[in-house]
């Protein structure tokens, strides 16, 4: 038992226990030191958002997580991308646009309309029947032109990184069949907030109304609307078949689906994180436009299967009815037409 004296015995034997747990103590700091030296600090995750307004099993939102996981797994876990499908942070894509814009909103995928309003040159993409088919989309998309487009849209402070796609476009109504443009006349047809699909649908007749997505499907079951006009997936994921009887696959415009950033959230990324998002990008869409075009056949069969009256047209009579919105188009935005010869020309 220590007595309290310094040279007793026992404060001894105690001293040497004291020592000896000191230095235990000072080689398990050194040993963690060694480690962080070897190995460094954990770094801190970077966190972004990205939104969709489409719902959870749709395609723009596999194309999301697969670009999501492909930069998680590209910057060794310091990037994590989370992604609020169904519009969760923006009930309209006009909204996700300018949440973007105003550094709100991270990342989204949304359809060209909305981006339009601000960069101009990206409503070329809207005109009807410019796309022969998916490989010519392809080509056009991912190559100069589509890595134009996609630049110019930092002039409204967004980052263009890649284009995934919504599919070739369709009219459904409640009405009756629609097998050649005379058929749609006086019709009501949501579209989107969009020049060229609203004139383009006016020019054939048709009352084109636009109006937000959420808006849709109660103004279709409540007769605001006649019909409107989306790709099968949209289609197929909302059960239109509920509310619409006739489908025409006339696949009069092509719908591409941007996948943009916030140019802000961009610009702070290291130079070699900036690249991963580009290439992961590219990948993320080509993944996405597959799981889109895999699956249209199936959705068709399943719509037909719904009870909904299917029908294929003949599609020259449409780009003939159409025809008129380039030649307007092209008084209006002159280096349209260049861009029209350039994706045409692509092979």
Do not use: C
């Amino acid at each position: 038992m220590w007595n309290g004296e310094i040279n007793s015995p026992d404060y001894t034997k105690a001293k040497g226990g004291i020592d000896m747990k000191r230095s235990l103590t000072l080689s398990l700091i050194m040993g963690i030191g060694l480690a962080l030296l070897i190995t460094g600090p954990a770094a801190a995750k970077t966190k972004f958002k990205l939104a969709t307004v489409t719902p959870t099993n749709h395609a723009y939102n596999e194309g999301a997580r697969e670009f999501a996981r492909l930069v998680n797994e590209g910057s060794n876990g310091e990037i994590e991308i989370t992604v609020y499908p169904g519009g969760q942070l923006g009930k309209g894509e006009r909204e996700l646009v300018e949440g973007m814009q105003a550094g709100i909103i991270d990342i989204a995928v949304t359809s060209t309309g909305p981006l339009s309003n601000f960069s101009p040159d990206m409503g070329v993409v809207d005109l009807p029947f410019l796309f022969l088919s998916n490989e010519h989309v392809d080509a056009v998309l991912d190559g100069p032109v589509g890595r134009k487009l996609l630049d110019d849209l930092e002039s409204a402070n967004l980052k263009g990184l890649a284009f995934m796609e919504n599919g070739f476009r369709n009219f459904t109504n409640s009405a009756r069949a629609l097998e050649k443009p005379e058929d749609l006349k006086g019709l009501k047809f949501r579209t989107m907030e969009n020049p060229v699909h609203l004139a383009s649908v006016r020019s054939i007749g048709a009352q084109a109304v636009p109006m937000s997505w959420g808006e849709v499907y109660t103004s279709l079951q409540t007769g605001v609307i006649d019909g409107q006009e989306n790709p099968v997936a949209i289609i197929w994921v909302n059960k239109m078949n509920e509310v619409q009887k006739y489908l025409s696959l006339t696949g009069h415009f092509y719908s591409p689906a941007p996948l943009t950033m916030s140019k802000k959230k961009f610009d702070k990324l290291k130079p070699e994180h900036q690249q991963l998002f580009l290439d992961s990008a590219l990948k993320a869409a080509a993944s996405e436009r597959k799981v889109i075009r895999d699956a249209e056949k199936k959705q068709v069969e399943d719509l037909i299967s719904w009870g909904m009256d299917v029908r294929n047209v003949d599609k020259q009579l449409f780009v003939e009815a159409m025809q008129p919105a380039y030649d307007n188009f092209y008084k209006q935005h002159a280096s349209w037409e260049p861009i029209v010869i350039e994706i045409r020309a692509t092979k």
